[in-house]
């Protein structure tokens, strides 16, 4: 099972993806119910950034199948 990050794409990063920055944070577009449940890391950092539910943070998030997403950067 692979982070959205791992997946390649172009994906902010100042933390080595070890979910402190929040930099990586994405839009899912559709699929969400193919992504892992946040884990207490992601919970933290999406909290703390006051995202909306339909971000993730993609070094956190694992993809257990089709995803679509998206930045604000892209
Ligand atoms: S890369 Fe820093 S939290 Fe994901």
Redesign the pocket.
Known sequence: MSSI?SAGKP???????????????VEVIEGMENLSKPNP?ERK?LERERLSPSNR????AKVLGPVKITTSYW
């Open positions: 990050i994906i902010g990063n100042s933390c080595s993806a070890i979910g402190i920055c929040a930099k990586c944070f890391i950092l943070i993609s070094c956190q």
